[in-house]
């Protein structure tokens, strides 16, 4: 059992996350007994540069060879120097970067030694979170579900809220706070929303070369193309009933239903369709939330968090106005996670990842 050196059961965590959209690093200490969030510390971010950001996409798809070797080497050089600049903390929280994920077929793949990373940096890290989910039959996705628990009580909420992550994939959580832990029956309902910005910036990277669609610029000017949305969602994903997962790329050819429009209209179709998925997924909650909270990069894209608010029936804001960082709540979920898997606490339960029982994933390396 992790014993904290910051004192009482207080553990300081740094958490890592590079994430589906292939932008950079984030790193970010929170303090925690792996219940309660304490408090919220430094944080810090890594981009990738071109160079590293290609090798990265190359590797998409590949479990294993010269790609997913080359993928690795990038992966841990970025997050030692990121991690590096940080003072001593109790333990590492290692997400790696998904190369793949099949969690019905040949499982997940999270690239990054570590073991290696722990040698590296001296200290305790957590690492692997996925597998041991998918090996109990979960989708091993999404895990911030658990984080958004505890975040849900440090915001003091009263009643449902949702947390909505527009990253490269977006991913929501249906909280209740009331209930006294996450893995409660009832306390959590989660699962991947569908691509969020990943199809917008493969537009925008492929068209105009650029990485994204900065402040929803070029959505802004064009016109949702109907037919193509109703294309997408027609998808059989969006009728599934939750647990469910999204692998980056599963979503690729929606950049051939826009392939014939404008720059402009397919950029803001490609906009509607990340908010329709959303909208999709409200169907499954058991009520409405009171709030939707968002995080990810795409609450920065005005005309995304437009649509948004035009579908869901509730309050769309960014997590900032409840005081949260949203360029950092998932390195700090990985961090609490660490904590968690260090405690011998679960990560995911039935709600959050449709595992059959209550997990603890995550393989803890201790420097040697
Ligand atoms: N000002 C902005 N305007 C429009 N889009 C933006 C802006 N800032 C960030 N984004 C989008 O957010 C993306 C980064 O989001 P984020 O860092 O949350 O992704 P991620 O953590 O890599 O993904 P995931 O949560 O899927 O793992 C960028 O690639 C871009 O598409
Ligand atoms: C397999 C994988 O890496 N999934 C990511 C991805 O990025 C967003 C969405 O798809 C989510 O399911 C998950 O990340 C967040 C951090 C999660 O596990 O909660």
Known sequence: MLKAKSG??????????????????????????GHEIFGFGDTAYRSYDDAERAVLTDALGHWAGPEAEAAAAVVEAAHRDVLAQFPAVDLVGFHGQTLAHDPKGRGTFQVGDGQALAEALNTPVVWDFRTADV??????????????????????????????????????????????????????????????????????????????????????????????LELFLAEPFFAKIPPKSLDRNDFSEMVGLVRELSDADAAATLTAMSAAGVAAGMMH????????????????????????????????????????????????????????????????????????????????????
């Not at 965590?13 to 994430?19: F, P, R, T, V």
């Open 8 to 33: 009482k059961d207080q553990i300081c965590a740094l958490g890592a996350m590079s994430g589906t959209s292939l932008d950079g690093v984030d790193a970010a200490v929170v303090t925690t007994d």
């Open 135 to 228: 090996q109990l039959g979960g989708e091993g996705a999404p895990l911030a579900p658990f984080f958004h628990f505890a975040c849900a009580k440090w915001i003091k909420a009263e009643g449902p809220v949702c947390f909505l992550n527009l990253g490269g994939v977006g991913n929501i959580t249906w909280v209740d706070p009331r209930f006294d832990a996450p893995e409660d029956d009832g306390a959590l309902l989660a699962f991947d929303t569908g691509p969020a910005n990943a199809p917008i910036n493969d537009l925008m990277r492929e068209r105009l070369g650029k990485s994204h669609d900065e402040n929803g610029e070029t959505a802004l000017r064009g016109e949702v193309e109907q037919g193509a």
């Open 285 to 368: 909650f058991p009520s409405l939330p009171d709030r939707v909270l968002v995080t990810g990069g795409g609450r920065k894209n005005p005309v995304l968090m437009e649509m948004l608010r035009v579908s869901l029936d509730c309050h769309v804001v960014p997590v900032e106005d409840v005081g949260l960082d949203g360029d950092m709540l998932e390195a700090q979920a990985f961090a609490y996670l660490a904590v968690r898997v260090a405690k011998g606490l679960p990560t995911s339960c039935p709600g959050t990842t449709g595992v059959r029982a209550l997990v603890g994933g995550g393989v803890v390396s201790r420097p040697g």
